[in-house]
């Protein structure tokens, strides 16, 4: 697979797994850029006995685990200026309450949900987190009734 | 009361600008460079004081073996030191970010632990020879002084020495450590989310 197309068809969906997990719109691009160079350095080593999708997914995942290293000695990497003027234009209350929601959660929690919520089956959730089907399922549901509380709790 | 929120949809709203490919490009340029320069300068230091070491032995000719000895402590301490450098970075240059999230943080919190295990030890290696190295190699020279001078020499040494040892290393080893620990107990903590058996 070419890298190009790569990045084309993942840019926005690992740049939500980034920021549902931090919920900070320049730092969720830097760790979204961050991931596509780990995905270009070990493309080559990229075997298509793996789901594309999966492999990148947990590339970007782990790359968000490795975030809570860099807490509280973050330096702000460059980022390119032209971004920063599309930021958070027109965002609804609504897109941004649920995706503080979800920073909010405990870290492994961020990442299951935004994957089911990315419409990742489940099955490949599993594979990507390391844990069971049957564990997703539940971890799943209880994440998703915690939002709609929070939801319901916010339209009060 | 909307109790069936579409969060799906929700989730899908949060845009943001993609950055051409060329501001992407650049960037993995960059860090391919500054990774690079980070092994080169390490390396470059061994290399040139190592240089320096030997330039010493063939100018000026030791005669005694403890001065010979003496040179090749210093010279072990500083490859020590630099191998375990390298090979602190080796060891993330090794882990897969393509494993499972579980995976992937045990495989962390081991090479955190291996990282702690080889910072201390190699930090007390690398005093305990660089002080011998340098001890034996001042012999030969202080053997020229006068009896006054030559303690004098030695005195002075061993209380850098003995000030390296009580004060330097175990402030080092404290700083890394409490970094290291403090990291290992955050993935420890993620790690534990997983494990939960509910």
């Known amino acids: ?156 | 009361m909307n109790s069936n929120i579409n969060f799906n949809e929700l989730w899908a709203k949060q845009k943001t600008g993609e950055p051409n490919k060329e501001d992407l490009l650049s960037k993995i340029n960059k860090f391919k460079k500054s990774n690079l320069k980070r092994l080169i300068i390490t390396n470059l230091l061994l290399i040139i004081t190592s240089l320096f070491i030997i330039f010493i032995w063939v100018y000026y000719q030791p005669q005694m073996i403890t001065t010979k000895i003496g040179i090749i402590l210093t010279i072990l301490a500083m490859v020590i030191f630099v191998i375990a450098y390298n090979q602190s970075f080796a060891l993330f240059r090794k882990t897969t970010n393509t494993q499972s999230n579980s995976e992937y943080l045990k495989n962390l919190i081991d090479i955190k632990a291996k990282q702690r295990f080889m910072q201390t030890t190699m930090l007390n290696l690398y005093f305990v020879l660089l002080s011998t190295g340098i001890g034996l190699y001042m012999y030969e020279y202080t053997q020229l002084m006068t009896a006054f001078w030559g303690i004098f020499a030695y005195g002075i040494t061993s209380i850098w020495i003995l000030f390296n040892w009580f004060y330097l290393r175990p402030k080092q080893i404290k700083k890394q450590q409490t970094k290291l620990d403090e990291i290992i107990g955050k993935f420890e903590m993620l790690n534990e989310q997983l494990n939960e058996k509910k």
């Open chain 1, 1 to 156: 697979m070419v890298f190009e197309d790569i990045y084309k068809a993942y840019w926005q969906k690992i740049f939500r797994l980034c920021m549902g997990y931090i919920n900070d719109y320049d730092l969720a691009q830097d760790m979204a850029q961050e991931t596509f160079i780990i995905v270009w350095q070990q493309l080559p080593k990229f075997r298509n006995e793996a789901n594309i999708s999966t492999w990148i997914f947990r590339i970007a995942s782990n790359k968000c685990l490795r975030q809570i290293e860099k807490q509280n000695r973050f330096l702000k990497a460059e980022l390119p200026i032209n971004l920063k003027q599309e930021k958070e234009e027109n965002i609804e209350p609504q897109i941004q309450f649920l995706y503080k929601c979800i920073s909010e959660l405990p870290e492994t929690d961020r990442i299951i949900i935004s994957l089911e919520l990315e419409n990742i089956k489940q099955s490949e959730i599993a594979i990507i987190v390391g844990l069971s089907e049957v564990n997703i399922r539940v971890k799943i549901h209880r994440i998703k009734e915690k939002l709609t509380q929070k939801f319901k709790e916010n339209e009060q």
